[in-house]
């Protein structure tokens, strides 16, 4: 069945780096686009970036673009999301899926405090 594993997550200061890992199986990863997004505490889960199957497209929240970068590994079943001058406001579980969605992993606290 579709199963991710996010990784990576952790507690850094602001203006610091992270970079989040998901292992994805169950389905044909090399045929799906694929999908972080990050739900802060009270909050609905957003979108934060969506990469294509063939890692030819992007998509970017405003609020990370230029900060954050997606990138995939289709022979490792595995999407990236490389997370730069973080802010207090980044502060989230994130979570990644394929597009269309699938069931939701356990998600990777990123926390983003001094």
């Known amino acids: 069945q579709v199963h991710f594993v996010e990784s990576g997550g952790g507690l850094v200061q602001p203006g610091g780096s992270l970079r989040l890992s998901c292992a994805a199986s169950g389905f044909t990863f090399s045929t799906y686009a694929m999908s972080w997004y990050r739900q802060a505490p009270g909050k609905e889960r957003e979108l934060v970036a969506r990469i294509s199957s063939a890692a030819d497209s992007t998509h970017y929240a405003d609020s990370v673009k230029g900060r954050f970068t997606i990138s995939r590994d289709n022979a490792k079943n595995t999407v990236y999301l490389q997370m730069n001058s973080l802010k207090p406001e980044d502060t989230a579980v994130y979570y990644c899926?394929?597009?269309?969605?699938?069931?939701w992993g356990q998600g990777t606290q990123v926390t983003v405090s001094s």
């Open positions: 899926n394929k597009f269309p969605a699938g069931p």
